[in-house]
């Protein structure tokens, strides 16, 4: 069992629907991220958790809206996306935040398709 | 700003040795990691390097100069399970900042 669980791996949604990605962290850790990984591009930090608390927004659009209500699961709701945020999306958790030597260990991630 | 560079793509025969190289240019410095990738898949911890050096893993290496922002990753006695993507990244402030990855395709 991976330590970092996603859900779903596939997802097809309009432009007028609303969904929600899901991420439990099975590790104990304290620190939560969420990625995007498009084609060509590198890994693109999105949003920050630190025991629950956002520590930083990466100048992501309103359309996509992160959620930790505790420090095990972390979710991004989506509403009103464009076809250009067909990515995948990566959930990511370390021990602590921002310390040397912390490694983050990934999801299998959520394969988006905007429609 | 930060800024992670690593060739696109690479390619290799099986039994080789392959050196992805990554330079960075970044405003903070908590150490440098490599992750691969297969296609579809989580990326996964390789390895991390925050002193000058070589650190060795087994059939990985990676090696570290923080003076020249330079780190490279290399891959000994080549394997076809090797063909994946390897990212390099930094942890600098928050979270870690990645490069693009580098493909290796690794043929018979």
Known sequence: ?115 | GQNIDQPTEMTATEGAIVQINCTYQTSGFNGLFWYQQHAGEAPTFLSYNVLDGLEEKGRFSSFLSRSKGYSYLLLKELQMKDSASYLCANQAGTALIFGKGTTLSVSS
């Open chain 1, 1 to 115: 069992e991976t330590g970092v669980t996603q859900t779903p791996r596939h997802l097809v949604m309009g432009m007028t629907n609303k969904k929600s990605l899901k991420c439990e962290q099975h590790l104990g850790h304290n620190a939560m991220y969420w990625y995007k990984q498009s084609a060509k591009k590198p890994l693109e930090l999105m949003f920050v958790y630190s025991l629950e608390e956002r520590v930083e927004n990466n100048s992501v659009p309103s359309r996509f809206s992160p959620e930790c209500p505790n420090s095990s699961h972390l979710f991004l709701h989506l509403h009103t996306l464009q076809p250009e945020d067909s990515a995948l999306y990566l959930c990511a958790s370390s021990r602590n935040l921002g310390q040397t030597n912390t490694e983050a260990f990934f999801g299998q991630g959520t394969r988006l398709t905007v429609v």
